[in-house]
């Protein structure tokens, strides 16, 4: 079973600062399985990025995605307010299991 | 546009059972893989079972492996979650979702949630 580990637990920021998250796999993932999913409070997990890089439709571009193997990141570029959230990395490369990490909250500073 | 409304859930007594389900609209439900994921408060994300489109392939979680069911019903385009013998573990709301064609494992489409809170 691959487990994936995201760090850090918390994020404080502040909007217009650069946040970058990790996502490392216990065992190597193909990029085409490792999504990225943002959830606000009450809400509704949202599709961030899929393909490991590929943006999903609606997100806007300050949102990228990166990595190969064990090692994936999501990079926010400019803080928006909007963007604070936990955050969860979502691998199913590991067929028939898919595995969530354990998520990332993003709070402002 | 792509709509999963489900429905079911609610306060059941540790040993019993709820049956849930996941009312589609807006795509050719028969084309698709479907998946039940929970979240238990204030936790993340599992993903409990998945059925594919013609039901020839299920997957359950070890966590609810003998215990749920998933089905379907292509022609009502409905989705399915038998739970038995449930457990206070099991507490947490309960989401259906669609992949992003053809990935049925990038959950694209989500619906609201329905709550299933297991206690004595």
């Known amino acids: 079973e691959i487990m994936l580990t995201q760090s850090p637990g918390t994020l404080s920021l502040s909007p217009g600062e650069r946040a970058t998250l990790s996502c490392r796999a216990s065992q190597s993932v193909s990029s085409n399985y490792l999504a990225w999913y943002q959830q606000n409070p009450g809400q509704t997990p949202r599709l961030v990025i899929y393909?490991?890089?590929t943006r999903a439709t609606g997100i806007p571009d300050r949102f990228s995605g990166s990595g190969s193997e064990t090692d994936f990141t999501l990079t926010i570029s400019r803080l928006e307010p909007e963007d604070f959230a936990v955050y969860y990395c979502q691998q199913c490369g590991d067929s028939p299991m898919c595995s969530f990490g354990q998520g990332t909250k993003l709070e402002i500073k | 546009q792509v709509q999963l409304v489900e429905s079911g859930g609610g306060l059941v007594k540790p040993g019993g059972s709820l049956r849930l389900s996941c009312a589609a609209s807006?795509?050719?439900?028969?084309?698709?893989?479907m998946t039940w994921i929970r979240q238990a408060p204030g936790k993340g994300l599992e993903l409990v079972s998945y059925?594919?489109?013609?039901?020839?392939?299920?997957y359950y979680a070890d966590s609810v492996k003998g215990r749920f069911t998933i089905s379907r019903d292509n022609s009502k385009k409905s989705l399915y979650l038998q739970m038995n013998s449930l457990r206070a573990e099991d507490t947490a709301v309960y989401y259906c979702?669609?992949?992003?064609?053809?990935?049925?494992?990038?959950?694209?489409?989500w619906g609201q949630g329905t709550l299933v809170t297991v206690s004595s």
């Open positions: 393909g490991a890089s």
């Open positions: 979702a669609r992949g992003l064609d053809p990935r049925w494992y990038v959950f694209a489409y």
């Open positions: 059925i594919s489109s013609s039901e020839s392939t299920i």
């Open positions: 807006g795509f050719t439900f028969s084309d698709y893989y």
